[in-house]
């Protein structure tokens, strides 16, 4: 029965997408402890943020997005975009989170082990404002669960799989985090109703 329904009508398999890794790791850097150990609650803002990297691809190659979420109002409070996967993609994300929302010390900044998070340029950003960082096991999306849930809802959300232009997905991403995900969306936690 299945061959004569291809015969109908010639279907393929589709091939598995290639997947892009953003994290790699400096084999030389001391990663942060694990503070969070997966609980992912705040009693208040500005308590405990969770940081990622995604990417969005275009016919001009990808472009990288990096993104801070606090955990209490599960709002992305930094972000940043570039085509390249450097450090100051990361810096970026935290001076907006800085600037919109002017942190107290001791607030926890949770991360996978990429080596934009153990770079010396990102460590004395968090250092001069007082942030501690706190970094997730290898290899476990669970570690940051938060996180990797925006990046899902980003991109089932955008429903692009691929952006004629850099600009077209910037676009996109501004629109998607500035004027739904922090304004209409409802956000929720573990325990609501």
């Known amino acids: ?20 890794y953003t994290t790699r790791r400096d084999p030389a850097a001391i990663p942060a402890p694990d503070l969070v150990e997966r609980n992912f609650m705040a009693m208040a803002p500005n308590k405990l943020w969770t940081a990622d990297i995604t990417y969005l691809p275009t016919e ?8 801070i979420l606090d955990v209490y109002s599960r709002k992305v409070v930094g972000w940043s975009m570039a085509s390249h996967l450097r450090s100051e993609l990361v810096v970026a994300a935290l001076q907006m989170a800085i600037r919109r929302r002017n942190p107290s010390a001791g607030l926890i900044h949770h991360s996978d082990q990429g080596s934009q ?4 340029s990102f460590g004395k950003k968090l250092q001069e404002v007082g942030i ?5 096991r290898v290899g476990s999306a669970l570690d940051n669960t938060i996180s990797e849930s925006f ?11 691929r952006y004629p232009t850099r600009q077209a997905a910037r676009t ?16 929720s936690s573990p325990g609501d109703i």
């Open 1 to 20: 029965m299945q061959a004569r329904l291809r015969m109908r009508r010639p279907l393929a398999g589709q091939r598995g997408r290639r997947r892009k």
């Open 60 to 67: 001009e190659g990808f472009l990288y997005l990096a993104f």
């Open 117 to 120: 998070y153990t770079a010396l």
């Open 132 to 136: 501690v960082p706190s970094m997730s």
């Open 151 to 161: 990046v899902s809802t980003l991109k089932c959300e955008i429903g692009v799989s």
């Open 172 to 187: 996109s991403v501004f629109e998607f985090i500035e004027l739904f995900y922090n304004r209409e969306r409802r956000h």
